[in-house]
Each structure stands twice: as C-alpha cells, then as structure tokens.
C-alpha cells in the first residue's frame, strides 16, 4: 500500500474517493462527515446507498459525493454499535473499505484525519491501527498463477490533515504501519507459498536478504556443524529429508546496545511435516507447507524492526527443516542426544516441533537473553483448545504472558494463556530416557510447552506460543487473506518497541 501524507485545506482535495467511517445506529453521524457534507451544501439523505448502510462492522456504502466534482464518491465504512468499539473495528473498517477501492479500481482515494474525529481512545491508535488494517487488508498472495491473474494494483491513500496545529506528529505512525505490514506480508508469503519453493536454503537465504537490508548479523549453521555441535535433537529431524537443513540464526544490533542482553526470539521452521515415520494420513497433508510459520514470523519481525530501526539487541533463531520419513529417518523408539546433554525417547517422529526447538532453545542460552520466546505450530491439540482465531501462550513468568496477551490484544493479534503444572510432567516420563517426546492424548499443547520447558532455565523470562491455529486463514477476512496469517509478527514488533513496559530485568 502507498501512503502519502499531506496537509492542506479540504476545499482542495481530489481524488476518486474520500473515506469515512459511522458508528451502527448512531442518532448522528462522526463529525468529520457531517463537516464534510455541510461544507459542499449537500445531503445524503437520497441516496439509496446510504438508506441501506447500516453502519454494521464490515459494512461499507459506495456513495454518490454531493457537490463535488474533484471527489466524486464517498466510500463510508461501518464500525459497528459504538458500545463494542475497539481498535479491531477500525482495522477491519479500513482493510475492507480498501479492498472495495481496489476492487473499483480507483487510483486515488483520501483518508482525512477527521474522519478518525469522534472515535473513542487515542487518535494516535485509531490511526495507527487503521493503516496497519489497510496495509494487510490490501496484502494479497500473487502466487504462481499463470493464467487469469487480476492486476494486483493498489489504491494510493492519501492521508490528509486539515487543521495542522492540532494534530500529532504523524510520521511515525506511517513508518510503523508501513514496516509491520511489510514485515507480516512478508510472513504471510513465506507461509502461503509450497513447500517445493520455501525449503530451509529458501528461509535461509531470505534471513540473507533480510540481514543485507538492514546491516544484521547472520549465521546459518548446516547439518553438519549442527552434529559438530552437538544438536542431536535438530539433527535427528533433519537426517530423513534429502532437502538440506539450516539453523538460521539472526542478529539485529543497535549501536550502543551490543553489550545488552538481547531479546531472543526461536521460530519452528519445519518446511513441509509429513510426521515423518509416524507418517501422518494423506487428507490435507498439503497443509503442513505451513509448519514452518514461526520462522517465517521471526523473519518478519526482523524485517519490521530492521525498518524501524528499533535500538534494542535481537536475536533470531530459526530451526529449518523438513520431516520426512525416509531410510535414514529417526524412529519411534530411538532415543537422542540433545544439546542441553538430556536424552529423549521419540515416540512419535510427528512430535518433531519441539525436537528442533530443544536444540533452539539450549543454543539461545549462549546469548544471556533477556527475554526468550519461542513460536511454534506445534500442536493440532491448540487448534482443539482455541480455535483458528486464538494462539496458546505458556511460559514461565506470569507477567511476561499478561504482558503478551495485552500486547497482542492492542495489535490484533489474541492470546490465552495455558497452565505449565510440573505435574504435567509424569506424562512424558521414560523408561529409558530422561523423558519421552510425547504424552497421550491428553492436554496435548500443554505437553508440548512441558517438554520445551525442559530446556528453559527459570531465570531466563520465556514464552512459549502454540501458532498451530492461528497461522493459517482457511477463508478472507477483510484483514487478511485466505492463507498464511503472518501470526505472531505484530507482537512480536510490540515487545521489542515496547521492550520498557514489559518491566523485566535488563
Ligand atoms: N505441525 C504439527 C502440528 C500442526 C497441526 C500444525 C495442524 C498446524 C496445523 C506438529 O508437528 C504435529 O504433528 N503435532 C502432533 C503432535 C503429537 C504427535 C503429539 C499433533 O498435533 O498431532
Ligand atoms: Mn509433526
Ligand atoms: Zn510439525
């Protein structure tokens, strides 16, 4: 999406379409319409348009404009009843009212300022939150399709502001709805796209492109120097798959933060899971392209954080490989080595998440983080829990998670939290190892997130997220399209921005 920003006198305006928003039910409409209409002596009041807009959520009327030949429509967004108001409204309001445009085909459309006049909370937000929804409602995956392809062009928004005292600095709010929708798109493609393109030298070469953009540091550690290292756990994953495996390990670091302890961020980049030898069945097996979505999140993130140039230390590390079954494949029974010295017995070669991630995890403690997280489509059992709309979040510092879930809640992204019960442990116990890699049936996120703790040290703040549900959209949503979700990315930015609020340790 291509935002520009300008100041000037309404009277001026032009474009093939000016954007407002209405609350559902309202008795009187948001003032910046009404300023609008009464500058140009009109009404709205016959139009059939607008006798049909209710103001519903996701609702928007494509309105004659009265009087105005410069602005000949007015494109009007509902927000739903004002008693329900929240930043989500106003994203979705936004991503589905420039889609419309799109769909139209108009070139030029204007976002004034006032029509933010008369939502609740922070304009700041409002705003902020609003081109975020712009930026992904318009994000679309192209593809590979040859044949029948719509022209993927995009509306130009202009942001106009009338009344330049009153307003805030607005620059920053651009710059940061640009790089977090630059960065989710970026995730979002990455987990759309086969399993055919996005192997782990694929992931491994966009962290390179990604690291030349914004002068990151970059390490990425092949099959063999993980064995070397003694990654018994990743590599034991890896050794079934033709395809050659990566561990992407990424580092932003600011001048005058390099001493600091970083934020470390691990992302599951399982490239296509077939479960392995604990082969799973055929029926939507082409789904698991999207097992490598917390990799893809942490890419983004970096991308966004790279673009803002955020001055806190960060590292990402990312597991990539496929799960295959094969000759050389791990066994159910097999018992591996990790990094961390403790020994697992696989029961099931489908558990092969928190496999790779162990390894992540035990590597990240050379970094001394300050604050470690760790995304996974670990398990089906969240999408059970919680739906595709909710991601699971465990850790081991009780405000860290509160923090997450507020974090996530003020981006859009929703969290909710699980128990990690040392009790949960006597479902992993082993005969033969310190423990095995998977339970039965029963709280089968929770395991995962028992297993991954295995790994953690209790003074080092960490969370886990369970992206299972959350990183795939099986159908359009007016901020997202059918496919990858870019999940995770949009908190990810907020800890590292809002790194101060969190109140951990430096
Ligand atoms: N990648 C899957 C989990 C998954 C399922 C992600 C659906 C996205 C959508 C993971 O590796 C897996 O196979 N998990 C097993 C765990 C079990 C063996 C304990 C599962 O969910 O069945
Ligand atoms: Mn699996
Ligand atoms: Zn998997």
Not at 86 to 95: F, I, S
């Amino acid at each position: 999406m291509e935002v520009s920003w300008l100041r000037g006198p309404m009277e001026a305006w032009a474009g093939d379409a000016v954007i407002f928003f209405d609350f559902e039910k309202s008795p009187a409409r948001l003032p910046g319409l009404n300023r609008w209409i009464a500058q140009r002596a009109g009404s709205l009041e016959d139009s059939s348009a607008w006798l049909d807009f209710k103001g519903k959520a996701q609702q928007a009327a494509v309105l004659f404009n009265p009087g105005d030949s410069r602005v000949p429509r007015i494109v009007c967004a509902g927000l739903g009843p004002i008693e329900k108001y929240d930043l989500e409204k106003v994203r979705m309001a936004l991503g589905q009212v420039l889609r419309k445009c799109r769909d139209m085909q108009l070139q030029r459309v204007i976002l004034p300022l006032s029509a933010f006049d008369g939502l609740p909370g922070e304009l700041r937000e409002s705003l902020r939150e609003a081109l975020v929804g712009g930026f992904l409602g318009l994000h679309r995956y192209t593809g590979y399709k040859t044949r029948d392809v719509d022209s993927n062009d995009h509306p130009q928004v202009l942001l106009i502001g009338d009344e330049e005292e009153s307003r805030p600095d607005l620059e920053p709010l651009l710059s940061y709805a640009t790089a977090v929708g630059s960065g989710v798109s970026l995730a979002r493609d990455l987990v759309s796209a086969p399993a055919n393109v996005v192997t782990p030298s694929f992931l491994a070469q966009t962290a390179a492109e990604i690291s030349g953009r914004h002068g990151f540091a970059l390490r990425v550690i092949d099959f063999d120097e993980a064995r070397s290292m003694g990654m018994g756990a990743f590599t034991a994953v890896a050794q079934g798959s033709r395809e050659p495996a990566r561990l992407v390990i990424m580092e932003h670091s600011p001048p005058g933060a390099e001493a600091r302890r970083p934020l470390v961020f691990v992302g599951k980049g399982i490239t296509f899971d077939t479960g392995g030898i604990s082969l799973k069945p055929s029926e939507k097996l082409e789904a698991m392209k999207q097992d490598m979505a917390g990799a893809a999140a942490v890419l983004g993130a970096f991308d966004a954080v790279g673009r803002l140039k955020l001055g806190r230390r960060v590292v990402g590390i990312m597991p990539c490989t496929e799960n295959m079954p094969d000759g050389q494949a791990y066994k159910p029974g097999d018992v591996i080595h990790s990094l961390s010295g403790l020994t697992v017995e696989i029961i099931s070669t489908d558990a092969e998440g928190r496999m790779i991630l162990c390894d992540a995890l035990t590597h990240a403690r050379q970094y001394r983080p300050a604050l470690l997280v760790d995304l996974a489509t670990l398990t089906g059992a969240a999408i059970i829990a919680l739906g595709h709309q909710v991601a699971a979040v465990m850790g081991n510092h009780e405000g860290l998670i509160r923090n997450v879930r507020e974090m996530g809640q003020g981006v859009g992204e929703r969290f909710w939290p699980l128990p990690l019960h040392d009790f949960y442990f006597e479902g992993i116990k082993s005969e033969v190892a310190d423990f095995k890699n998977v339970g039965d049936r029963s709280a089968g996120t929770i395991i995962g997130g028992i297993f991954l703790k295995q790994f953690v040290p209790d003074d080092i703040p960490w969370a886990h997220w369970d992206i299972a549900g959350t990183a795939w959209a099986s159908k359009d949503s007016p901020d997202c399209g059918q496919g990858g979700t870019g999940f995770g990315v949009r908190t990810l930015v907020e800890l590292v921005r809002r790194w101060e609020d969190l109140g951990l340790p430096d």
